[in-house]
């Protein structure tokens, strides 16, 4: 897969981009997993779709499909960008493997459109207390988005005390003037990685969070994993929000160790249903039922840690696991 | 759920194999060492005839998987990043004893223990890392995928 990214980055290889985005399942959502992108942004999008902030899923889906799908035309957006931002955060990754290069980008590649869709969402939000406002001037009309608050002479008012040298007939020109406006009146979340590292913009990997264990404890790391991939879960525990989230993983590993978890309390003091947190974090679960959200989560952060896997097989935990499965 | 914290505690101090020690079996924790298992394993589909067949799970860190019941037709094997490592019929020659190794009489089960020269295939399938393996048989093949332990 790293030589297919490298042909969309290097070359804006149409057959490349259309070879990822039709056959590279490597995406994965809560029980599903081997998706196509445009299917993940999907189940991102109804997941968030129970939210107050609902309304805005589509247009973070609409987004973030286009970061990782559109070539340039002469402007506009241009997934190479996005594309690159992968391939540098797999610069780090100490893998010689082809194998392990391929399953690494992936992991990276899955994180990353996840922080996308966060950050469309958060735009998608902020452009909610903006709307369209037509500078009419002598040599043409420009489109802007502004906020809310300024009226029509207000926002003609500072547009001619804070955009020097406007000319609507120059080649991007509304982008120059709407991002002196985005700077004045724009959310403080960071909407553009044009600054931020690809260190920085993708977390979470599996052998940062193996790395994690060492310096913050299991509960820690499985917090921080849980609040930073809000977006993935069940609607009842997005809805608490990424700070309560990170506090209840705590909470739950701090009594699994007092050796006094109930589930019924710790549901208690978030609002959440029995049904909802047995889901969750439940202590007891049937083969039918499903292993609940926390500890799969778990598992996945341990199947990262070679030598808890090495010790598993080695004390023969799974001797009698069918390794190979018959597709009905 | 005493199983978690004993783990939690066996990796905090450095020591992974303190978690398999003196462990009470629950299915809770069968079924959770198990979900650890398969998110730890690289997944391998094996389609027939152009429709999925087999899901084959390796152990990142090293595995060895068979597939029975191999019969002849048109045989992909795919990561489950949806990259194709391999493509190829499988005919009877390759998968019937009589018709691979006509001259020689099936060797009892007890003696065949993966020997090389009854390969019928042989394929790398990533560099030298992941390979491919098909054996004859008296009614149908195996196929046997390798991971070796350096991922």
Known sequence: MERLIEQIVSAAAVEALCEFHDHRTIFSFGDSSELLLA??????????????WGKHAQAAYDLTLDKFSRL?????????????????????????????????????????????????LKESRRNDSMT??????????????????????????????????????????????????????????????????????????????VESISCDGLGKTIAGEKAGCLLEQRPAIQALGAARLEEMVVRIFDALADGCYVDGEIAGAYGLSKATFSRFAGSQWSLDGGIPDLWKNTAKVLAAHDEFVEAARDAGVWDRVVAVVERI | ???????????????????????????????????????ASVKIIVERNGETWRDVLLLRTGDVQTVGDVEPGAYAIRLSTGRVLWEGDLAAEHLLWEQAFPEQDLPMAADTGGSSE??????????????????????????????????
């Open chain 1, 72 to 120: 340039p035309d002469g402007g506009g957006i241009d997934c190479r960008k996005y594309f690159r931002g992968a391939l540098q955060a797999l610069k780090p990754v100490h893998a010689q493997g082809e194998l392990e290069r391929e399953l690494a980008l992936a992991e990276i590649l899955q994180r990353l459109v996840y922080r996308h869709f966060d950050l469309s």
């Open chain 1, 132 to 209: 369209r406002y037509e500078w009419r001037l002598q040599a043409g009309t420009l489109l802007l988005l502004m906020p809310r608050t300024l009226s029509g002479g207000e926002r003609s008012q500072w547009l001619r005390g804070h955009v020097p040298d406007v000319d609507p007939q120059r080649k991007n020109e509304r982008e120059r003037v709407q991002a002196i406006i985005d700077e004045q009146f724009g959310s403080s979340e960071p909407i553009s990685f044009d600054d931020q590292t690809m260190a920085d913009a993708v977390a979470y990997l599996p052998w940062q969070l």
């Open chain 1, 39 to 52: 299917d993940y942004l999907s189940r991102l999008k109804d997941g968030v779709a129970a939210q107050s």
């Open chain 2, 1 to 39: 759920m005493n199983f978690l914290q004993k783990i939690r505690e066996s990796l905090e101090q450095g020591r992974p194999t303190a978690a398999f020690e003196a462990q009470v079996e629950t299915s809770e924790r069968q079924q959770f060492l198990d979900e650890v298992r398969r998110q």
């Open chain 2, 118 to 151: 009854h390969w019928t295939v042989r394929a790398n399938l990533v560099e030298d890392k992941l390979i491919l393996s098909v054996a004859a048989g008296l009614n149908a093949g195996r196929m046997t995928l390798t991971l070796k332990r350096s991922l």
